[in-house]
């Protein structure tokens, strides 16, 4: 029997402060779920410009899922945030979570200044709307650790032999109610990711 399809699904450790990260408590909760006849795997990745794209590359190797998605959480973003483009550039305003301050730095210097999310973003966007959630597209994840991980996963989706049909992308969560306005409830945004998923698994895939 062949296994069964993967998705990947990866959140981040709490940062800059704070006690929670809305995105590992989302991504944790889906878990070994099944969703449109693939299983989720979860793992979090480490707010840290210098391992995290590295973790995250060798999930990508073991697990050769056919779809990625990364989870961040967003402080000041009202909605789940479907982010287009992820840029070949780190720049932070905060030091990540060993004390690193990336500035002005090339994420890739040999690699293309932008990648496109390869997820549906468009469909996804209609199907959460559809579902009554608060959701958006996104054309900046920023440049901290969320932008450096996501463009390290389009590039290497992108670069290395085997992954040509492998979707990847990334989606920024608002703050839950307990860490400040605006904020949007744990349940949302697991609902939110599975909906996602669905929509990613059933579209057809895109062009690279
Ligand atoms: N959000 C940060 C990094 C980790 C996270 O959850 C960001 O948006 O870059």
Redesign the pocket.
């Known amino acids: 029997m062949a296994p069964q399809p993967l998705v990947l699904l990866t959140?981040?450790d709490p940062?800059g402060g704070s006690e929670v990260?809305p995105?590992w408590l989302a991504v944790q909760a889906l878990h070994g779920r099944k969703i449109a006849g693939h299983r989720v795997v979860c793992a979090q990745l480490p707010?840290r410009f210098a391992m995290a794209p590295g973790e995250l590359a060798r999930l990508v190797r073991l697990h050769r899922p056919v779809l990625v998605i990364c989870v961040?959480?967003?402080g000041g973003r009202s909605a789940l945030s479907l982010e287009r483009i992820a840029i070949n550039l780190s720049d932070a305003s905060l030091p990540d979570n060993a004390g690193v301050q990336a500035r002005d730095e090339l994420i890739v210097p040999e690699g293309p200044t932008a990648y496109f999310s390869t997820l549906p973003v468009k469909n996804m966007l209609t199907a959460l709307q559809r579902e009554g959630l608060a959701a958006e597209i996104s054309l900046s994840?920023?440049s901290?650790?969320?932008?450096h991980v996501f463009y390290g996963l389009m590039h290497m989706l992108a670069t290395q032999r085997g992954f040509k049909r492998t979707q990847g992308g990334f989606i920024?969560v608002p703050y839950l109610p307990q860490q400040g306005l605006p904020n949007m409830l744990l349940d949302d945004m697991i609902r939110g990711l599975r909906i996602a998923i669905r929509c990613a698994l059933n579209s057809p895939g895109t062009v690279k």
């Open positions: 959140g981040f940062f990260n995105s707010t961040g959480q967003a994840a920023g901290f650790v969320c932008n920024h």
